[in-house]
């Protein structure tokens, strides 16, 4: 499309990964994107949703609403040279390179996401990143960071789970003072290790990491300033519900006892 394309629902199926060629599957020239509802499945040789690269004479924002995208790209996942928003969605990305690209500014603010780079960043952006809201995980498989924003931008939590995983972030945006507690860890993981965090008695965060990575960032409402954590790894876990690797339910027994630390001030990775 060369001005704007816009989803109010229906169901939509882009694959282009067999085709020669560049092989995006949903790409606006010279304008915007908006997706209210639908589901969509985008499988793209190149690029997946792009809004133009060149801001001209219009703002190319990407903002998705609503819906069920399922995204596998050989190139880059959604990109925009403006604004990315992500409202009250259900996404499941995975790409080769950068996973999410908005220069100007990402938003998260309701819904679920799972988005994977097998060699790039997960989320990058020249200026900002901002969650409010939602369940977010993020999975660089790369050297690279999941969370891409310079020391020159702003990174912000107010609300939200989030769990990102992936290489060791260098020169990068700080943790926005005020924003949601975090809980950030610089260590080698394998794959398949559980990982358990408590305050006394009271679970905060159990996962069994999908894939190895050097750096974890997470965040949630259950993670409370004031309050003394200890952080296990290994151990055992029954009657577990899991999502995305994060157990919503279940019966843990401490493993080995990796640290602790007081939530006493916002921690910036």
């Known amino acids: ?40 499945t985008l499988k793209a040789k190149n690029n997946a949703l792009m809004a133009s690269l060149t801001q001209r004479e219009t703002d190319p924002f990407i903002t998705i609403n609503g819906g069920t995208l399922s995204i596998s790209a050989w190139a880059k996942g959604i990109v925009s040279a403006s604004i990315v928003t992500f409202s009250n969605a259900y996404i499941n990305l ?22 994977e780079s097998t060699s790039g960043n997960t989320l990058e952006s020249e200026q900002s990143f901002t969650l409010t809201a939602g369940r977010t995980f993020l999975r660089s498989r790369g050297t690279q960071t999941p969370i891409n924003v310079p020391a020159t931008g702003t990174f912000e939590i107010t609300g939200g789970t989030l769990i990102a995983t992936g290489g060791k972030p260098q020169q990068k945006a700080s943790l926005k003072e005020g924003s949601q507690p975090a809980f950030v860890f610089f260590k080698d993981f394998s794959s398949q290790t559980l990982l358990h965090l408590r305050e006394g008695e009271r679970e905060v965060f159990t996962y069994r990491t999908p894939i ?34 994060l157990y919503k339910e279940g019966y843990y027994k401490a493993g080995t006892h990796v640290t602790y630390f007081n939530t006493n001030k916002t921690i910036n990775p």
Not at 94 to 115: A, P
Not at 223 to 238: A, C, M, S, V
């Open 1 to 40: 499309s060369k001005t704007a394309y816009i989803g109010d629902g229906g169901t939509i199926m882009v694959d282009t990964q067999d085709n020669d060629g560049l092989g995006n599957a949903i790409v606006v020239t010279n304008g915007h994107v908006i997706i209210n509802d639908g589901y969509y």
């Open 94 to 115: 995975n790409s080769i390179e950068t996973g999410v690209q908005g220069n100007k500014g990402i938003y998260i603010n309701k819904g679920h996401y799972l988005l």
């Open 212 to 245: 190895s990575f050097a750096y974890l960032l997470f965040t949630s409402s259950k993670l409370l300033p004031n309050k003394k954590y200890d952080f296990y790894k290994e151990g055992t876990i029954r009657e577990g519900e899991k999502e995305n690797n």
